[in-house]
């Protein structure tokens, strides 16, 4: 156990955390067992242990595990946090569980057997916690940790603390709240770096940041997917193959039939695996409204425009980024449809969209709400395309 204890204290000691994220407030922590979510590189080891750091210091009765560790090939997770609980252990934060054979299991029996005892744990954004794991169901509260959005990446860039704003707010008061943050700072000057590199918090390290999130990629495919889906190997580079196709198309409907014979695979496979690339965050599917997976999707396009740059730099093109940015920054809390010619989406299915250029508006139509890229400030029905990445 002291073992445990002084990786806790020194990586408290040592955790590099710049940026508060939201989700700290957001988080109900009197919930006895607590699920974060989200995909790899969004910061959730870090976010667990600045959640340590910040509510505890060096307490003894929160500790930080990580089911890397290979003491658990020998040992079981209800034995640890028995013996946790009985030295005065109250919180047990838990990293990558499903690094852990059973885990939902155990979790449910250190529930049932440990009423003092709260758990804290992260997995990848391809879990289903309640869907695949019904012992869970009623008990587990889960979260989604995303990346950084623009508003959190200008506010490290700037030292500002500006506020989010909802979705309805920016649009019946965009006027006055573009030109409070414009009077500070001016977003545009930084909107470029956000979309090459602001999305995953590894900007931050002294690393190569194309190359860490080349890893990070490979990492989604060979780990979140591979192993929580529980796919043979030899199938690894047939779903890369996949993901390199849909990353030089851009956002266009998928030819499923062509994908299949590229990959040398049937067309149920390349679905699956497109929805498996979905559920690892990789890639965004857009559906018209009414329609959902198994059907094909009217879109495919990459989660963000950080993994654009990455995947194919060479073909980069602005109006794919602008898209995709815009799309990625309503993700979060609202549904994504996709519209028609002259609607670029339809936001909860209820209101539409056009992403533009600032030089592409020739005819206003007030029926539609236009994101615009390059424009500082907007007016009536015309809303700035940086603005919408303040929505958290």
Same mark, same amino acid.
């Given at each position: 156990?002291?073992?445990?204890?002084?990786?806790?204290?020194?990586?408290?000691?040592?955790?590099?955390?710049?940026?508060?994220?939201?989700?700290?407030? #957001? =988080?109900?922590? &009197?919930?006895?067992? @607590?699920?974060?979510?989200?995909?790899?590189? /969004?910061?959730?080891?870090?976010? $667990?242990?600045?959640?340590?750091?910040?509510?505890?210091?060096?307490?003894?009765?929160?500790?930080?595990?990580?089911?890397?560790?290979?003491?658990?090939?020998?040992?079981?997770?209800?034995?640890?946090?028995?013996?946790?609980?009985?030295?005065?252990?109250?919180?047990?934060?838990?990293?990558?569980?499903?690094?852990?054979?059973?885990?939902?299991?155990?979790?449910?029996?250190?529930?049932?057997?440990?009423?003092?005892?709260?758990?804290?744990?992260?997995?990848?954004?391809?879990?289903?916690?309640?869907?695949?794991?019904?012992?869970?169901?009623?008990?587990?509260?889960?979260?989604?940790?995303?990346?950084?959005?623009?508003?959190?990446?200008?506010?490290?860039?700037?030292?500002?603390?500006?506020?989010?704003?909802?979705?309805? #707010? =920016?649009?019946? &008061?965009?006027?006055? @709240?573009?030109?409070?943050?414009?009077?500070? /700072?001016?977003?545009?000057?930084? $909107?470029?770096?956000?979309?090459?590199?602001?999305?995953?918090?590894?900007?931050?390290?002294?690393?190569?940041?194309?190359?860490?999130?080349?890893?990070?990629?490979?990492?989604?495919?060979?780990?979140?997917?591979?192993?929580?889906?529980?796919?043979?190997?030899?199938?690894?580079?047939?779903?890369?193959?996949?993901?390199?196709?849909?990353?030089?198309?851009?956002?266009?409907?998928?030819?499923?039939?062509?994908?299949?014979?590229?990959?040398?695979?049937?067309?149920?496979?390349?679905?699956?695996?497109?929805?498996?690339?979905?559920?690892?965050?990789?890639?965004?599917?857009?559906?018209?409204?009414?329609?959902?997976?198994?059907?094909?999707?009217?879109?495919?396009?990459?989660?963000?425009?950080?993994?654009?740059?990455?995947?194919?730099?060479?073909?980069?093109?602005?109006?794919?980024?602008?898209?995709?940015?815009?799309?990625?920054?309503?993700?979060?809390?609202?549904?994504?449809?996709?519209?028609?010619?002259?609607?670029?989406?339809?936001?909860?299915?209820?209101?539409?969209?056009?992403?533009?250029?600032?030089?592409?508006?020739?005819?206003?139509?007030?029926?539609?709400?236009?994101?615009?890229?390059?424009?500082?400030?907007?007016?009536?029905?015309?809303?700035?395309?940086?603005?919408?990445?303040?929505?958290?």
């Amino acid at each position: 156990m002291e073992s445990f204890y002084r990786t806790h204290y020194y990586l408290i000691e040592h955790i590099n955390a710049p940026i508060r994220r939201d989700l700290m407030d #957001e =988080i109900d922590w &009197s919930d006895r067992l @607590i699920g974060i979510k989200g995909t790899r590189g /969004v910061g959730k080891t870090t976010f $667990l242990l600045q959640y340590a750091k910040e509510k505890f210091g060096t307490d003894r009765s929160c500790l930080y595990i990580n089911m890397n560790n290979f003491y658990f090939s020998g040992h079981s997770l209800v034995d640890f946090a028995d013996e946790f609980q009985k030295q005065g252990g109250k919180v047990l934060l838990i990293d990558q569980v499903f690094k852990y054979e059973d885990w939902s299991k155990e979790l449910k029996k250190c529930y049932d057997r440990f009423p003092n005892l709260k758990i804290i744990f992260t997995g990848s954004s391809v879990m289903r916690l309640k869907a695949e794991n019904p012992e869970l169901n009623n008990i587990v509260k889960s979260y989604n940790l995303r990346g950084f959005s623009f508003r959190e990446f200008l506010n490290y860039q700037t030292g500002m603390k500006f506020q989010s704003y909802s979705l309805e #707010e =920016i649009l019946t &008061s965009h006027e006055k @709240i573009a030109k409070g943050i414009v009077s500070k /700072v001016k977003p545009l000057d930084y $909107l470029q770096d956000y979309l090459h590199h602001g999305f995953y918090p590894f900007f931050l390290e002294k690393r190569n940041f194309s190359e860490n999130l080349l890893k990070t990629m490979n990492m989604m495919v060979e780990v979140d997917i591979l192993l929580i889906k529980q796919i043979e190997l030899k199938y690894l580079a047939k779903i890369k193959k996949l993901l390199y196709a849909l990353a030089v198309d851009g956002p266009r409907a998928p030819n499923v039939s062509q994908l299949a014979k590229i990959i040398e695979t049937s067309r149920a496979t390349v679905m699956n695996y497109i929805k498996y690339l979905a559920d690892a965050r990789l890639i965004n599917m857009v559906y018209p409204i009414g329609e959902s997976f198994p059907k094909k999707p009217s879109k495919v396009m990459m989660h963000n425009t950080s993994l654009m740059y990455c995947i194919y730099p060479i073909k980069v093109d602005e109006y794919d980024i602008i898209e995709t940015f815009f799309v990625n920054c309503m993700w979060k809390d609202h549904s994504v449809n996709q519209g028609n010619r002259q609607i670029s989406y339809i936001i909860d299915e209820k209101m539409p969209f056009k992403i533009c250029l600032k030089e592409q508006i020739h005819k206003n139509n007030t029926d539609i709400t236009y994101a615009v890229h390059q424009l500082e400030i907007g007016h009536n029905n015309q809303i700035p395309l940086w603005l919408f990445g303040f929505l958290y």
